[in-house]
C-alpha cells in the first residue's frame, strides 16, 4: 500500500505565494519521478512540474519561472513553491509520482495525494 499525503494550499492574493508538500508513505522500494499536476475548474487534469530521481526538472509554459519543483528523497517528500501567483493559478493541485512499490520489479505511476485546493482572489 502506497499513499501521498498533500499540506499546504489556501486562499492568497494576486501577486503572492504558497508551498505544497507531497510526502509518500507505505510499501516503497523507491521512487522516480515525483510529479505536481493541477485541475482548474471545467478543466482537463495538467502536469505542472516534475522532477527526477537525476533532480532534472520539466514546467509547463505557464509555470516556468514562477514556480519551482525540489525534493527530498530522505523524507520521500516533494514540494511545489509557486510565487507571483496569478488568477490562472486557481486549481486543486495534486502530486503523483513513479513509485516501484515493495515487492515489485516495475514501475507504477498510478499514486495520488489527495488534492489541495489553491485559490488565488483579491
Known amino acids: 500500500q502506497v499513499q501521498l499525503v498533500e499540506f499546504g494550499g489556501g486562499l492568497v492574493q494576486p501577486g503572492g505565494s504558497l508551498r505544497l508538500s507531497c510526502v509518500a508513505s507505505?510499501?516503497?522500494?523507491?521512487?522516480?519521478?515525483m510529479l505536481w499536476y493541477r485541475q482548474a475548474p471545467g478543466k482537463e487534469r495538467e502536469l505542472v512540474a516534475r522532477?527526477?530521481?537525476?533532480?532534472?526538472?520539466e514546467y509547463a509554459a505557464a509555470a516556468q519561472g514562477r514556480f519551482t519543483i525540489s525534493r527530498d528523497d530522505v523524507k520521500r517528500s516533494w514540494y511545489l513553491q509557486m510565487n507571483n501567483l496569478n488568477n490562472e493559478d486557481t486549481a486543486v493541485y495534486y502530486c503523483n509520482a513513479h513509485v516501484r512499490p515493495i515487492p515489485t520489479t516495475w514501475w507504477e505511476d498510478g499514486y495520488w495525494g489527495q488534492g489541495s485546493q489553491v485559490t488565488v482572489s483579491s
Open positions: 507505505g510499501n516503497i522500494h523507491s521512487i522516480k519521478d
Open positions: 522532477i527526477t530521481r537525476e533532480n532534472a526538472t
